[in-house]
């Protein structure tokens, strides 16, 4: 019964003690170094089922894609094929990391951006050359996303 009396502190109870278990969670076999300023990093295709991707590498290359070495970033420990064409190269399963410049995606970006607006344009030229003065044809281009409930103006 003695020990029923005996009280314990109110600093021995403090939540201090119970801390948040960790969490493990699986490695990422694509890690990367971070790309220098100015550039954007991302992994391409090289090989794919055990068949060089000849057509996808060229075609990354000629638009303006480097491939990153591992000699670029000393000390570090990131996957590097050993040998072959590409060997030094950071690389992992069939893909290489490369390099673009953010000047080239913005160019890259503003092109493709371009070509959709000229396509947008030639069809509501088109539906508008065809449309009858009777029944005239809205071209206006609206996008509304809702979760449920009431629509509100």
Same mark, same amino acid.
């Given at each position: 019964m003695?020990?029923?009396?005996?009280?314990?502190s109110?600093a021995?109870?403090t939540?201090?003690?119970?801390?948040?278990?960790t969490v493990?969670t699986?490695?990422s %076999?694509?890690d990367?170094?971070?790309?220098? #300023?100015? $550039?954007?990093?991302?992994?391409?295709?090289?090989e794919s089922? =055990?068949?060089?991707?000849?057509k996808n590498?060229?075609?990354?290359?000629? %638009?303006?894609?480097?491939?990153?070495?591992? #000699?670029? $970033?000393?000390?570090?420990?990131?996957?590097?094929?050993?040998? =072959?064409?590409?060997?030094g190269?950071?690389g992992?399963g069939?893909?290489?990391?490369?390099?673009?410049?953010?000047e080239?995606v913005k160019?890259r970006?503003?092109?493709?951006?371009?070509?959709?607006?000229d396509?947008d344009d030639a069809v509501?030229?088109?539906?508008?050359?065809?449309?009858?003065?009777?029944?005239?044809?809205?071209?206006?281009?609206?996008?509304?996303?809702?979760?449920?409930?009431?629509k509100?103006?």
């Open positions: 003695q020990n029923d009396k005996i009280k314990t109110r021995s109870q939540r201090a003690n119970t801390a948040k278990k493990w699986p490695p %076999s694509l990367a170094p971070p790309a220098p #300023d100015g $550039y954007h990093h991302r992994w391409i295709r090289a089922m =055990g068949f060089d991707d000849t590498m060229a075609g990354k290359l000629r %638009s303006g894609y480097e491939l990153v070495r591992a #000699d670029e $970033y000393p000390g570090q420990d990131y996957p590097v094929l050993g040998e =072959g064409k590409y060997k190269v950071i992992v069939g893909l290489l990391l490369a390099r673009i410049s953010n080239l160019s970006e503003e092109y493709f951006n371009k070509i959709t607006q396509k509501d030229n088109d539906l508008l050359k065809d449309q009858h003065p009777s029944m005239p044809i809205n071209s206006e281009r609206q996008t509304r996303v809702t979760f449920g409930g009431t509100k103006s």
